[in-house]
T-cell receptor, first 114, second 115 residues
Framework: AQSVTQLGSHVSVSEGALVLLRCNYS??????LFWYVQYPNQGLQLLLK??????LVKGINGFEAEFKKSETSFHLTKPSAHMSDAAEYFC????????????FGGGTRLMVKP | EAGVAQSPRYKIIEKRQSVAFWCNPI?????LYWYQQILGQGPKLLIQ????????DSQLPKDRFSAERLKGVDSTLKIQPAKLEDSAVYLC?????????????FGEGSRLTVL
């Protein structure tokens, strides 16, 4: 079984501030982890993915995430928020026993204040 | 390159009516997925196709939902009869390969409101 918990359904930051979106996972076998972003009225777009290579993963638009097995976490960060980062962010997990079946977290809506 | 196309974008129906959603994946993508996204929740997989065969439909409510992917390209998701709790956005996604690291490309979704 696998699951994802995203702490904080809404996160608000000021433009230029650090962005930190939290994701904790549960998986009975080594996981593969993903972050997707969804802009209003658009489909989900892959930000980055962890597939058992480097634990620090860099994605598009300046985002990165670090896989920490001891903490079962895969938090998403960006050093400096931009207004265009306002969107909903979803963490997702899969593993070798689940094929490509992604289990998504509930999402975190990021708001960026000017 | 054209993305995943879905239609209609919006649909409002009354409970017990039927509705169908259509999806055209990215050309050459063998794997196609239908997800249900209820407001305030993450997407939930309903069904996964590899070409025209079903890989996983364990979370599809088969008493009212059906899906097909004739000829391994376009797909249709049908709900009959609809219930209030079916109000959601139905997302179609496709990937080039069915492996774990294959990136999923999502369409813009079809928003269903059941009154």
């Amino acid at each position: 079984a696998q699951s994802v918990t995203q702490l904080g359904s809404h996160v608000s930051v000021s433009e230029g501030a650090l962005v930190l979106l939290r994701c904790n996972y549960s998986s009975s076998v080594p996981p593969y982890l993903f972050w997707y972003v969804q802009y209003p009225n658009q489909g989900l777009q892959l930000l980055l993915k962890y597939t058992s290579a480097a634990t620090l993963v860099k994605g598009i638009n300046g985002f990165e995430a670090e896989f920490k097995k001891s903490e079962t976490s895969f938090h998403l960060t960006k050093p400096s928020a931009h207004m265009s980062d306002a969107a909903e962010y979803f963490c997702a997990v899969t593993n070798n026993n689940a094929g490509n079946m992604l289990t998504f977290g509930g999402g975190t809506r990021l708001m960026v204040k000017p | 390159e054209a993305g995943v196309a879905q239609s209609p974008r919006y649909k409002i129906i009354e409970k017990r009516q039927s509705v169908a959603f259509w999806c055209n994946p990215i050309s050459g993508h063998a794997t196609l997925y239908w997800y249900q996204q209820i407001l305030g929740q993450g997407p939930k997989l309903l069904i996964q196709f590899q070409n025209n065969g079903v890989v996983d439909d364990s979370q599809l409510p088969k008493d009212r939902f059906s899906a097909e992917r004739l000829k391994g390209v376009d797909s249709t998701l049908k709900i009959q009869p609809a219930k209030l709790e079916d109000s959601a956005v139905y997302l179609c996604a496709s990937s080039l390969v069915g492996g774990i690291t294959g990136e999923l490309f999502f369409g813009e979704g079809s928003r269903l409101t059941v009154l």
